[in-house]
């Protein structure tokens, strides 16, 4: 539900002329907040500060339009089945006979979305450096895929990293590095955009800078951001005239978006006149997805549907399993001719995501924000992907971070594939408690990973540590009270079983 300023009161024909009067003074009045701010900045600070604004006031104008839910329930349809395709019909499209792998390749820029920081996991800078598979980091193994690939087909695809503020500096100075990789790499920054007052309607900064008071003032606005300031970057420009055709585009903690020679070279074979500007692979939900934004047929047009956009009434039914069977994995396939077209001609329709948050000193700020996928809609020829559960692995969490480090997976030129020993191919449901959230304490509390290849479900909560060589099987679930701790013992092999404060084993 988008949020409706104070004071402006919703009228069933639109605006009143007095709410019209007010929004006109807010407008003008952020204008002028956003002047000063640019004001105490000088140079190159400045010339980058007034194109983010450029792209802020857009966002705020458009927030002081909306009125309630920014959907029409009953304007929402199942898609047509063949606007989502299922990977098993798409991976049966290949490239004429004798037309080499690399030809395709070298049509493809990988672009990983690697703004965010790893707080949520305890950790200091950027996301994309923490460890998460035999000593190697998420970076590690994004540039390990793409110099596989390269060596492989004899191709030239280039990784671009999509940073903000907040990782731009530590992303830096780790991709020295790999300097000697068979890699370019290319990086460009998200838009600055000033948080605003939840009562005021305006910004809450003082000054440009990023440290002390000012620190809380500024925020990527999410990565819908991507299209203006790829655009604005001059590296789009730079990649279509490299030769460039399409971007990949995933989130830099999705361990599974490695590239999919089937989907591009799917994208490539198509006549020039009916190729997809945008391909959204989806797979099917689980309860553990009932959140993730789904597709649909609106207004005549393929359409993301997100959580903050359903009306209070219909949460239940956008939740279910058996309406919406798939979600959006966020691993997008769009077309940089298309990019530069709708850019320039300021013709991408975003939605926005007007997300409220408390800072340390009890302040209500709202940031303006917009998601990559929603702009599926302004694109010619969209389509979806149904495809398999292992191109969504994300680690958002330590008890994501177990399962990619146990022996349900093996590593390959960076790529993660699940164990061919391993009898189900999904993945067993893990839910590690508040002692686990922080990594160094989750790594503290493992003496080795166990042997996770025959669990269904593993619950752990309180002061809890495993020894070496555990194996767990079945269901799993060990609560220590408050006050107690268990420690299991090295060597041990659970299977459908509960193990309580005293240590006490008991058939599941």
Not at 204 to 222: C, D, K, R, S, V
Request: hydrophobic letters at 40%; proline letters at 5%.
């Amino acid at each position: 539900m988008a949020f409706v300023p104070a004071g402006l009161g919703q009228a069933s024909n639109g605006m009143t002329e007095f709410q019209e009067k007010m929004r006109q003074q807010l407008e003008s009045s952020m204008h002028t907040e956003l002047e000063k701010l640019v004001g105490t900045a000088k140079g190159n600070d400045a010339k980058v500060a007034q194109k983010d604004f450029e792209g802020f006031k857009r966002l705020f104008h458009q927030f002081l339009q909306v009125k309630g839910p920014s959907v029409d329930w009953a304007k929402i349809h199942r898609p047509p089945e063949d606007s989502i395709q299922p990977y098993e019909v798409i991976s049966t499209h290949g490239l004429p006979a004798g037309v080499p792998e690399s030809v395709a390749l070298n049509k493809l820029a990988v672009v990983k979305l690697n703004g965010g920081l790893g707080t949520s996991m305890g950790c200091k800078g950027p996301k994309s450096i923490i460890s998460v598979r035999s000593e190697n980091t998420f970076l590690d193994l994004a540039v390990q895929q793409i110099e596989h690939l390269n060596k492989t087909y004899n191709a030239d695809v280039p990784l671009v990293l999509m940073n903000s503020f907040n990782t731009d500096e530590d992303t830096k100075k780790i991709l020295q590095k790999y300097t000697h990789h068979r890699v370019k790499i290319h990086t460009f920054n998200q838009s600055r955009y000033p948080r605003i007052n939840k009562e005021s309607l305006l910004p809450i900064a003082t000054n440009l800078g990023l440290t002390g008071e000012n620190a809380e003032a500024w925020y990527p606005p999410g990565h819908g951001d991507i299209y203006a300031s790829f655009h604005n970057s001059g590296l789009l420009d730079q990649l279509i005239a490299e030769g460039k055709e399409y971007i990949f585009v995933s989130n830099i903690d999705n361990l599974g978006a490695t590239v999919d020679l089937h989907i591009l070279n799917h994208l490539i074979a198509q006549p020039a006149d009916k190729r997809c500007e945008f391909v959204m692979e989806v797979t099917d939900k689980t309860r553990a997805d009932v959140k993730g934004g789904t597709l649909t047929q609106y207004d005549g047009k393929l359409r993301l549907l997100e959580i903050a956009q359903v009306p209070k009434a219909h949460v239940d039914e956008f939740k279910s399993v058996t309406k919406f069977k798939i979600f959006n994995t966020n691993n997008l396939w769009i077309s940089l001719p298309a990019i530069k077209r709708l850019q320039d001609q300021n013709a991408l329709d975003l939605e926005i995501i007007a997300n409220p948050k408390t800072l340390d000193g009890g302040l209500n700020v709202i940031q303006l924000e917009t998601a990559v996928g929603a702009a599926i809609k302004s694109f010619d020829n969209a389509l979806g992907i149904n495809v398999p559960r292992s191109r969504f692995l994300p680690v958002k969490t330590s008890s994501d971070l177990l399962l990619v480090m146990s022996n349900l997976y093996s590593l390959d030129a960076g790529s993660l594939t699940m164990s061919p020993k391993r009898e189900f191919r999904t993945t067993p449901h893990v839910k590690l408690g508040s002692s686990f959230t922080k990594v160094q304490d989750y790594l503290k509390r493992f003496e080795s990973i166990p042997d996770m290849l025959e669990l269904d479900h593993l619950t752990v909560s309180g002061d809890v540590t495993f020894g070496k060589q555990v194996t767990l099987k079945g269901t799993v679930i060990i609560i220590a009270n408050h006050g107690d701790r268990i420690d299991i013992p090295a060597g041990a092999m659970l299977e459908n079983k509960i193990v309580s404060g005293n240590l006490r084993i008991l058939d599941h």
